[in-house]
């Protein structure tokens, strides 16, 4: 698979969340966003569990992956995410996400993300501190911070969460990790610009490109202007 886990040249990376999608029109959807400048597709898949939608499946990452070059960010919101991973990996994901909460032997899973061809991404709830990363973050290709409550698209941005966005960054830098540090939930024009002060370079948003107005594409642009490029 040929795609870029590098930075782009801003430094940064928009990953639309096609949660927010029409799925009557997914593949067009999709190919707006490229065209558009983004950079990863993230896919919430939610199993009505660990969290209490039920969304996406390894047969949709499948259809995604026939429709664009760009990488899949898969966010595993699920329990037991060890049996999902080899699926969603033959489905063509080019990240595998999973939760803190869910994995009991965390650095055990990261690396067999790994074994599998995928980036490997370890997240963790509003809740859950950032310490529960320590053990496993050398491993981690990158870390994804939830600023909602995962289960749905369109909810309010914690910005109690921040400090934490920022404890992360220093945790990664004092290991000299190039891991991303990826943000989800809540990310819109007025937002965005917080998370990146915080030390994020990599933003999810679903509401704020999808159901933006003016199109996918004005989404984009104006996540891409706060941002000051
Ligand atoms: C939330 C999902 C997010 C969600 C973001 O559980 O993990 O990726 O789609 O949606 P917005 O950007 O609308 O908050
Ligand atoms: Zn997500």
Redesign the pocket.
Known sequence: MNYRFAAPSPGYLIAP????ADFTRLGEQIAECEAAGADWI?V?V?DGHF?P?LTMGPFIVEHVRRVTSLPLDV?L?VQNPERLLKPFAEAGAGHLTVHVETCPDVAGILKEIKSLGCKAGLTLNPVTPAADLTPALPLADLV?V????????????MPEVLPKIAEVRKMLDAIGSAAWLEV?????AETISRVREAGANAF????????HPDGIAAGIRTLKQALGS
């Open positions: 969340s096609i949660l927010s993230h919430d939610m969290v939608n966010h919101m994804l939830m600023t909602v409550h995962p289960g749905y698209s369109g909810q309010a941005f989800d939930g809540g990310i819109s999810v948003a679903a509401n704020a490109i999808f159901k």
